[in-house]
């Protein structure tokens, strides 16, 4: 079974702060992905990546910014973490593009921002 | 781009049938993705069609009609579990685009 692995199931920061959320797949997929997750407005895509070093914005990518020093990691990093960032964040990986590739995702990482 | 539409919540009763329905527009086809979620856990995979027409797993069913770009799951014998999020998505230029959701509640 593919295992996707979010290192945080909650965490609580304060504005400001720099935080990092980690996601580890263990089945040597080539694409792994960060989403966020809100109330009334769905999965919202913020950075992916296709390839180790690799990286590509998503449509939120604004306060965010990613690494992939590995094939099997990919981090999430918040610069500056502010209250409108509080939010589910999930990760996923997958094994061929998009267009046909079925997402495995963790368990998801509930972030507050006080 | 893609934008996809889904109802928001419905409500079923146990052991009855319930059709979601997603209808969506997009400038290129790439077949399009059902997940499930639960409260408080991951999305799973449920299905993925590309062609026309129905196709049945166990008590879960997805259709699609490309030309209308409409889609629909439907959910047989509904049971107590079935009671989470369903998702549907499209791929597209960049990764899944995710719909809303629909939540549904299955009640006895």
């Known amino acids: 079974d593919v295992k996707v692995t979010q290192s945080s199931r909650y965490l609580v920061k304060r504005t400001g702060e720099k935080v990092f959320l980690e996601c580890v797949q263990d089945?040597?997929?080539?694409?792994m992905f960060w989403y966020r997750q809100d109330p009334g407005l769905g999965l919202r895509l913020i950075y992916f990546?296709?390839?180790?070093?690799?990286?590509e914005k998503g449509d939120i990518p604004e306060g965010y910014s990613v690494s992939r020093e590995k094939k099997e990691r990919f981090s999430l990093i918040l610069e500056s973490a502010s209250t409108n960032q509080t939010s589910m964040y999930l990760c996923?990986?997958?094994?061929?593009?998009?267009?046909?590739?079925?997402?495995?995702f963790g368990e998801g990482s509930r972030l507050t921002v006080l | 781009g893609q934008n996809i539409d889904q109802p928001t919540e419905m409500t079923a009763t146990e052991g009855a049938i319930v059709q979601i329905n997603c209808t969506y527009q997009t400038s290129g086809f790439n077949g399009l993705f059902w997940y499930q979620q639960h409260a408080g856990e991951a999305p799973t995979f449920l299905s993925y069609n590309v062609l026309d027409g129905l196709e049945e797993k166990g008590r879960f069913s997805s259709f699609l009609s490309r030309s209308k770009g409409y889609s629909y799951l439907l959910l047989k014998e509904l049971q107590m579990k079935d009671s989470a999020s369903y998702l549907c998505?499209?791929?597209?230029?960049?990764?899944?685009?995710f719909g809303k959701g629909t939540r549904l509640s299955v009640i006895a």
């Open positions: 998505a499209l791929p597209g230029d960049t990764p899944l685009v």
């Open positions: 089945m040597d997929h080539e694409n």
């Open positions: 990546s296709y390839d180790v070093k690799m990286k």
């Open positions: 996923a990986s997958s094994l061929y593009p998009s267009s046909t590739g079925e997402l495995f």
